[in-house]
């Protein structure tokens, strides 16, 4: 079974500054997607970034992206240019490719984002 | 930009009461999903649903649960006989085709406190 880590619980970044959440995963698989979701107060999920295990390029989204290490398995998300809206919980996320197991996602226990002025 | 509707936004019950939480995915998806949060924790997968049946469900998702999407448009997760440890965010989702592992879309989450 697949395991996703986020081994910062809480984070804090100066507004305009930038900011790392890391993200580890295992697994046995060499095609899957990884997610970012960010889960504000209102504790909507919302999409953040996604990335293809087979394309070696890392995604990016305006002032989000991320450094994808698919050898240490690792998928960290850079906040550049930080905003007081960026204040929330960032989980990551992993789906497999494969057809038997694709439906579902599993999620990191989350790391908490301050942004201070 | 189409979104998931989840309905109702908060419901407190009785222990042992009958919850039915209410779901519309985004129109032309085709898998539909149920995940779980229990306060402070991480969200769960619970099951998903295609072409009108399971197509995985977790160990979570026990003979309490059941899923349903009556009308082509809603998609329900019904909980028979609510326990106190199933108070939790229950979040609905959907993608447009799994097999390219498309991006899972979130509603906004129904809130269910269980007394």
């Known amino acids: 079974a697949q395991t996703v880590t986020q081994s910062q619980p809480e984070m804090s970044v100066q507004e305009a500054e930038t900011v790392t959440l890391s993200c580890t995963y295992d697994t046995s698989e060499s095609d899957y997607y990884l997610f970012w979701y960010k889960q504000p107060p209102s504790r909507q999920m919302i999409l953040v970034i996604r990335?293809?295990?087979?394309?070696?390029q890392n995604a990016t989204e305006n002032r989000f992206s991320v450094n994808f290490q698919k050898a240490a398995k690792s998928f960290s998300l850079k906040i550049s240019d930080s905003q007081l809206g960026d204040a929330a919980m960032y989980f990551c996320?992993?789906?497999?490719?494969?057809?038997?197991?694709?439906?579902?996602?599993?999620f990191g226990t989350g790391t908490r984002l301050q942004v201070t002025l | 930009e189409p979104e998931v509707t989840q309905t109702p936004s908060h419901q407190v019950t009785q222990m042992g009461q009958e919850v039915i939480l209410r779901c519309v995915p985004i129109s032309n998806h085709l898998y539909f999903y149920w995940y779980r949060q229990i306060l402070g924790q991480k969200v769960e997968f619970l099951v998903s649903?295609?072409?009108?049946?399971?197509?995985?469900k977790s160990e979570i998702f026990d003979d309490q649960f059941s899923v349903e999407r009556p009308d082509g448009s809603n998609f329900t997760l019904k909980i028979r006989s609510t326990k106190l440890e199933d108070s939790a965010m229950y979040f609905c989702?959907?993608?447009?085709?799994?097999?390219?592992?498309?991006?899972?879309?979130f509603g906004e989450g129904s809130w269910l406190t269980v007394v």
């Open positions: 990335q293809e295990a087979y394309k070696q």
């Open positions: 989702a959907s993608s447009d085709n799994r097999l390219i592992g498309n991006t899972i879309y």
């Open positions: 996320a992993y789906r497999s490719a494969n057809t038997g197991t694709a439906s579902k996602l599993t």
């Open positions: 649903f295609y072409n009108n049946e399971i197509s995985e």
